[in-house]
């Protein structure tokens, strides 16, 4: 990145003449716009590294929102703009293009400003998915070039030609609306990894969900430390969706599962297992990383198949429950819930984390455990916060600097507040 200085500002503003004040204002705007474009380049290599395992976040956008003090409506624009103006890589490494490169040149020149790179990307949006990469490379570059020199009117006059030439018949007509049925869902494997769900509900069932996703999807309340949960309603309900699923299979009736609370069959290297580093098979039909990995096996039942450098089993283990029952209710008495500053989730949604990881040496003793919510699980797994055991045996949390520049230890005061 080329070094760059803000332009002097004089003495007496009121004195400057005409040109010198349109001069500064000009160059702070080139300023104003070559900034947002570097910014523009971090977030979109935070996405590139994934913000869960950098900070332990769900997504870009929500990491972003906490440290920029934005909400995520305010935040969500800002990285999708960054990832669609600046190119990022897939999970195994591959190169994404971006969207719109030569708008991301010429914003990072300090050329072109928000509103027309709004504009742009609003235009190429309404682009049909048929038209060759080769014309959509060719409107784009010509819609970055007129920006350049050009106003609002003229770049929506000239999107409208390019899409008039692109797509001459306009939108095909819709299908008509097929029958609905009463009960349908759908649930299918992409190939980066995630789920898709789909599904159609009647009115009784549909009503039903909701209001179990309601319940489970509610926001903590906010404590006197000022924490607040910077989840989106849809990954609240997210893993609301997880709690339900885990209270469901912890059920003794549950077929397959006699109760427990997870089953999982892991295979993963010895280094692998030890540093959270790389990646572990899953279930035989997917795979995770190391650390998500380590984050699995603190409250499960897991049958580990640990591999050496060549692929060969080192070890089929044993099926074995990490944490007792009489642990776990332990835990339930002491925690009453999840541990982590301000959480209001109570034991049965909780896991139990080892806080020194047993496959690290370390131990499943209640002076090594403490409950964790899936969303607060994830992120001692996976970001900078760190937890720790006090002299009065009770757990505490460390915030990341950035958070909290003296990182001073904070408790989880609601459940005994309301106890």
Known sequence: MSETFLPELPQELWRAGKLELAHGVLQFLQMMRIASAGLGRYLAEVESRGAKDLY????????????????????????????????????????????????????????????????????????????????????????????????????????????????PDGNEP???????????????????????????????LGARTAAALEAYAAPPPIDESGQADIRTKAERQGDAWAELLDLAVACPDQPGTNGYRTLIHVTIGLEELKTGLGTACVDFIGTMTAREARMAACDCLMLPVVMNAAGEPLDVGRLKRFVTPAQRRALNIRDRGCAFPSCHRRPRNCHAHHIDHWADGGPTDLRNLVLLCGFHHRLIHHGDWQVRMAADGLPEFIPPQYLDPLQRARRNTLHRATA
Do not use: H, M
């Open 174 to 204: 819709k299908d008509p609306e097929p029958k609905q049925p009463s009960r349908e869902v759908t649930l299918e494997r992409r190939k980066d990894g995630f789920w898709t769900l789909n599904g159609l509900l009647d009115d009784e």
């Open 56 to 167: 332990g976040y769900g997504s870009t956008a929500a990491w972003f929102a906490d440290v920029a003090g934005l909400s995520r409506g305010e935040a969500s624009p800002i990285v999708s703009q960054a990832i669609a103006l600046n190119p990022t890589r897939a999970l195994d490494g591959t190169e994404i293009p971006a969207v719109a490169p030569a708008t991301g040149a010429a914003a990072a020149e300090g050329a072109i400003g928000e509103q027309r790179i709004k504009q742009i990307l609003e235009i190429l949006a309404r682009i049909p998915t048929d038209v060759s990469v080769e014309d959509r490379e060719c409107a784009e570059k010509t819609l970055a070039d007129l920006a350049r020199d050009a106003g609002p009117r003229q770049v929506s006059k000239l999107g409208d030609n390019l899409l008039a030439w692109l797509d």
